[in-house]
């Protein structure tokens, strides 16, 4: 089992910058692949950024160019870099992992955080 917990979330104006981090803890083989998903109410979690542990990555076409993931291994951190932020980013942001990129990047990895509220507004 893996262990998530989020941190970085706030507030911030249109075009500003946020870190999200997320520290993993427990049994690295479920933390092979991680992911950052957003919701915000009434909405489906949606994949934002996709990680595994050597170092492949996927976005979202909504966050390609403004988001960078990134990853850790030596201290099962992920972090996702979130600039030119826009109103539409405003969500509650998850972080995922999972023994698989698969399961991950489908929704199907069962390990998530608590969640990080990111609101963009002026």
């Known amino acids: 089992q893996v262990q998530l917990v989020e941190s970085g979330g706030g507030l911030v104006q249109p075009g500003g910058s946020l870190r999200l981090s997320c520290q993993a803890s427990g049994n690295i083989h479920d933390s092979y692949a991680m992911a950052w998903y957003r919701q915000t109410p009434g909405t489906q979690r949606e994949l934002v950024a996709q990680i595994d542990r050597r170092g492949l990555t996927n976005y979202a076409d909504f966050v390609k160019g403004r988001f960078t993931i990134s990853r850790v291994n030596a201290n099962n951190t992920m972090t996702l870099q979130m600039n030119s932020l826009k109103p539409e980013d405003t969500a509650v942001y998850y972080c995922?992992?999972?023994?698989?990129?698969?399961?991950?990047?489908?929704?199907?990895?069962?390990?998530w955080g608590q969640g990080t509220r990111v609101t963009v507004s002026s």
């Open positions: 995922n992992s999972g023994s698989t990129r698969t399961a991950v990047v489908n929704g199907a990895a069962p390990y």
